[in-house]
């Protein structure tokens, strides 16, 4: 969805990785759930997840790794990316806003 482009723009700028996937799911009325795949230039994935509450305008991170046959790789939170797709869900798409 073009809406979303924006996402893999701060993706690529964030996590320097190609957006493969997004899912986000509403737990309530101002709680959602965001997990982002992407792929880096190695064809490497990895799941970056973080929780945004709408009405603090505010976000959680939850987790960044990479799992593979033979490994799992955990990755440290990229605040800076926390913080952008927060303020565009909120701000720019008014996402739990009536």
Known sequence: ????????ELTKKHLDGKL????????SNHTLDISVQYEDDHDIQFNYDLKI???????????????GVLY???????????TEI?????????VGHN
Request: glycine share 2%; charged share 35%; net charge negative.
């Open 1 to 8: 969805m073009r809406k979303y482009d924006e996402i893999a």
């Open 20 to 27: 493969e996937k997004l899912t986000m799911e509403y737990l």
């Open 53 to 67: 509450d709408t009405d603090e305008r505010s976000s959680k991170f939850f987790g960044h790794n990479s799992t």
């Open 72 to 82: 799992r790789t955990t990755l440290k939170d990229v605040p800076s990316f926390d």
């Open 86 to 94: 927060c303020d565009f869900l909120c701000n720019k798409l008014q």
